[in-house]
């Protein structure tokens, strides 16, 4: 019976054009962005759509420092933070992500999913009565915090600053509130109005939660995130953040008050009951991070070789979403079978490989491909890819920019 309900189940998802399956790519160290696909003996493919944004994955110090961590203290932590799992390295990262921030302290959590997940619950928990306001387009993980409470909960139009406004009017005062958004819409490239928001978040007296995941590394000084680049850090309560995109290994954190976090590694379920990060994984995002702090080439080169790509694309009609004002380059493609094949050929023939995006992480009807130009693509790499996209649009009939946007631009 239970085989027969969960058949059922992926039958439905695959009729509708949402079951996913996995690319094989293995990625070739000290080749970024090239990956064999299936491990195969072909020519590798230039891999277009990766979170790791800055190359640090494969960088040398970020390598050395795993390694030796490896050697030094071995494979696993042993245990939850509480028993035995905090190692010195743990206090080292700890400090560098609070120093980074600007904040009295930070903790270190085994995902970024987690991190929020499990911060969401626990503050949400420890004030029963605080209202939860969260961005329409908030990430699942920062959902799935909220949901898994019985706070009461709101949610505002996506980077809507009159909604929010209207919900936290609602409330008085003294309620407490919980106001959760984040700095870079991932499937978007979009920013939030952070300075209004800060602004009515501290007019209603709500606390406030920025999700840092696809800025850290990449924007402003030191690579501290969009925040930081606008001078408002100080201003947002808690900044959340990964390790594993921009960073180049895995893990995630938040930044906040020694009270919040304390609160946090006091009460957090989520946090409490896990294992700690390997030796290994600390040392490699503690490199990357001081690395980070100390070099803006990786950002130059990053930004440069987007600007490019952008530039590229335009010229040849392929319809960045207007959306966009990040390194993440949404392209429209608009229905998910055409999405599919236009991905195959991608791969097939141009030796690209770009994951379509459907529902449900982005809504039906603008299924599309999310492109992120590293400091490791080449401009040979960018031309072949803005050529490789006007061929694959052509063959399949998707509608160039000209035609897709016309309507917005009449
Ligand atoms: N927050 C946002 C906005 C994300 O896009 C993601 C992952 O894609 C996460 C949190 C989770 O981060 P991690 O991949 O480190 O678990």
Redesign the pocket.
């Known amino acids: 019976m239970y085989q027969s309900l969960l058949r059922q189940q992926l039958e439905l998802l695959k009729s509708s054009n949402q079951y996913r399956t996995f690319t094989t790519l293995s990625r070739i160290c000290g080749r970024y962005p090239l990956a064999k696909l299936d491990d195969s003996e072909q020519d590798p493919v230039v891999v277009w759509c990766s979170?790791d944004y800055l190359g640090m994955s494969q960088h040398p110090a970020v390598r050395r420092e795993m390694h030796l961590a490896l050697e030094r203290h071995g494979a696993g932590s042993g245990g939850s933070r509480n028993i035995g799992g905090s190692h010195q390295l743990y206090a080292r990262l700890e400090n560098s992500l609070a120093d980074w921030h600007g904040k009295e302290a930070a903790l270190v959590f085994p995902?970024?999913?987690?991190s929020?997940d499990a911060t969401l619950q626990c503050l949400l928990r420890q004030i029963p009565d605080c209202v939860v306001v969260s961005d329409a387009l908030n990430?699942a993980?920062?959902v799935n915090g909220i949901r898994a409470t019985s706070n009461e909960r709101r949610v505002f139009r996506h980077n809507d600053v009159a909604h929010l406004e209207e919900i936290l009017s609602g409330y008085p005062l003294e309620r407490p509130k919980l106001v959760v958004f984040?700095s870079i819409y991932?499937m978007d490239g979009d920013i939030a109005p952070i300075a209004q928001i800060l602004d009515i978040t501290r007019r209603y007296n709500a606390l406030t939660y920025l999700?840092e995941?696809?800025a850290v590394g990449m924007y402003g000084p030191r690579g501290a995130g969009v925040a930081a680049e606008l001078g408002l850090a100080d201003r947002v309560d808690i900044i959340q953040g990964?390790m594993?995109?921009a960073i180049g290994v895995?893990g995630?954190y938040i930044a906040a008050s020694q009270f919040i976090v304390d609160a946090v590694r006091s009460f957090a379920t989520g946090f409490i009951f896990t294992t700690s990060l390997p030796p290994a994984i600390t040392a490699g995002c503690l490199a990357s991070i001081e690395h980070l702090k100390a070099s803006d080439n990786e950002r130059q080169r990053l930004h440069a070789h987007t600007g490019l790509l952008r530039k590229r694309l335009d010229e040849h009609d392929i319809p960045v979403m207007p959306c966009s004002q990040t390194h993440v380059l949404p392209v429209l493609v608009g229905e998910a079978e055409r999405c599919k094949a236009a991905a195959q050929r991608l791969l097939n023939t141009h030796g690209i490989y770009l994951q379509p995006i459907n529902y449900p992480s982005v809504p039906v009807g603008t299924e599309r491909f999310r492109i992120n130009a590293t400091p490791n693509h080449s401009h040979a790499q960018i031309e072949h890819l803005a050529c490789a996209l006007r061929e694959t649009f052509e063959h399949f009939a998707i509608p160039l920019a000209s035609v897709a946007f016309a309507q917005e631009v009449a």
């Not at 995902?111 to 987690?114: A, E, I, K, P, S």
């Open positions: 979170n995902t970024g999913f987690g929020n990430h993980s920062i984040e991932s999700d995941v696809h990964t594993a995109k895995i995630g």
